[in-house]
């Protein structure tokens, strides 16, 4: 069982950066793979990056690339994304997840989520 709890989310200027915090319950949650997805309005739910458990390596979506980082600390059950360069597109609530899947890109292969945290870019 694992339970995750997001932060870090708010209002930032085009450009701007925020970095978006998941804290995670669960003493297995070093054996997880983490991802973040985002929900806009209107739109379905989709995948933004993953670490996986070993390794760990990184997956983005291509519109991403180059301005999030993703990141992990299993001792402190942190996973984080760095939002850099944040453009209106990225407006969104942010769900962290976790799954025990190598198939770390799709929604349904994730067993836990947390309950999301709104960011909103303004142009």
């Known amino acids: 069982q694992v339970q995750l709890v997001e932060s870090g989310g708010g209002l930032v200027q085009a450009g701007g950066s925020l970095k978006l915090s998941c804290a995670a319950s669960?003493?297995?949650?070093?054996?997880?793979?983490l991802g973040w997805f985002r929900q806009a309005p209107g739109k379905e739910r989709e995948f933004v990056a993953a670490?996986?458990?070993?390794?760990?390596?990184?997956y983005y979506t291509d519109s991403v690339k180059g301005r999030f980082t993703i990141s992990r600390e299993n001792d402190k059950n942190m996973v984080y994304l760095q939002m850099n360069s944040l453009k209106p597109e990225d407006t969104a609530v942010y769900f962290c997840?976790?799954?025990?899947?190598?198939?770390?890109?799709?929604?349904?292969?994730?067993?836990?989520w947390g309950q999301g945290t709104q960011v909103t870019v303004s142009s």
């Open positions: 670490i996986t458990w070993s390794g760990p390596n990184t």
């Open positions: 669960g003493r297995t949650f070093s054996t997880y793979s």
């Open positions: 997840a976790a799954t025990a899947s190598v198939l770390v890109a799709f929604e349904l292969e994730y067993d836990y």
